[in-house]
């Protein structure tokens, strides 16, 4: 089962950001306490669809503001790209690459997320999925 990890030096500021981004809940993994790793719930993310994320505590120092990608970006669904991208630059987030528009693709944006992590968003274009 496909799933994805998303690593911050501060848990409870991440944790604030994609809560507010995203509407997704976060509940401490059973034995994951000494990593302070949190399992990420939220219809949002796919989780009827086999997908499945956590949070957890960086181990190192997160790598600089504007810096190259390091491992994986994730993107999601979302329904007004703009607005969740205006709420991510008001809440803690860097732009990283504002909305575009993609033909036959959708709406897309990425923002750093304040912990070293970019994350996409994309609304759809009409149709597609």
Avoid at 58 to 74: L, N
Avoid at 111 to 123: H, K, P, T, W
Wanted: overall charge negative.
């Amino acid at each position: 089962m496909p799933h994805f990890e998303i690593h911050a030096t501060d848990v409870d500021r991440a944790k604030a950001f994609y809560s507010g981004l995203f509407g997704w809940r976060f509940q401490p993994m059973p034995g994951g306490e000494d990593v302070g790793y949190h399992l990420i719930e939220g219809r949002d993310i796919g989780m009827d669809h086999g997908l499945t994320g956590g949070l957890m505590q960086r181990m190192d120092a997160a790598p600089p503001s504007g810096s190259p990608i390091r491992g994986g970006t994730m993107t999601f669904d979302v329904t007004d790209c703009d607005e969740r991208y205006a709420w991510a630059l008001a809440n803690g987030g860097a732009e990283a690459l504002p909305p575009t528009d993609f033909p036959g693709v959708g709406r897309c944006a990425y923002v750093e997320d304040g912990q070293g992590n970019v994350v996409g968003m994309i609304a759809s274009a009409e149709g597609e999925q």
